[in-house]
C-alpha cells in the first residue's frame, strides 16, 4: 500500500511541475550551438545582427501565469541556443485556451538572432 501512495504522490509532483515544448525554423546560418544562459533576450534589435531563424514555445499554466510564462521562454531560449543563437528579439507573446478555457497555454515567439554589435 506505501508503494502506491508513493507513486501517486511522485505522479502528483511531476505534473506540478509542468514542461514547455518548442520549435524552430532556421532561416540563415546555424552555429555551434551554445549554453542556454549565454542566449540574452532583447525587445528591440541591437545594432547589428544575423537572423538565424524563428523560435517558439509555448507552456501550459498549471498553478501559476508567471511560472508557466517562464518556462516558455527558458524553451524559447533552448531553441535558440541549438541553433547557435546569443540573443533573441521577442515577438508576440499570448494564451492559446482550450476546453471550457479553464485551460491555458502561455506562448512566446521571436527570432533567434547572432549579435555582432550591441
Do not use: H, W
Not at 507552456?59 to 517562464?70: C, G, H, I, M, P
Not at 541553433?83 to 521571436?110: R, S
Amino acid at each position: 500500500m506505501n508503494t502506491f501512495r508513493i507513486s501517486i504522490l511522485i505522479i502528483c509532483l511531476l505534473n506540478l511541475v509542468g514542461c514547455a515544448t518548442g520549435s524552430s525554423i532556421v532561416t540563415g546560418n546555424v552555429r555551434p550551438a551554445i549554453d542556454t544562459n549565454e542566449v540574452k533576450l532583447y525587445l528591440e534589435p541591437p545594432l547589428e545582427y544575423e537572423t538565424i531563424g524563428l523560435v517558439e514555445a509555448s507552456s501550459e499554466v498549471e498553478l501559476s501565469t508567471q511560472a508557466a510564462q517562464d518556462r516558455a521562454i527558458v524553451e524559447l531560449k533552448a531553441q535558440a541556443a541549438r541553433l547557435g543563437a546569443n540573443g533573441v528579439v521577442l515577438g508576440n507573446t499570448g494564451d492559446v485556451y482550450y476546453g471550457d478555457y479553464a485551460n491555458e497555454i502561455k506562448t512566446v515567439k521571436g527570432k533567434a538572432i547572432f549579435v555582432i554589435q550591441e
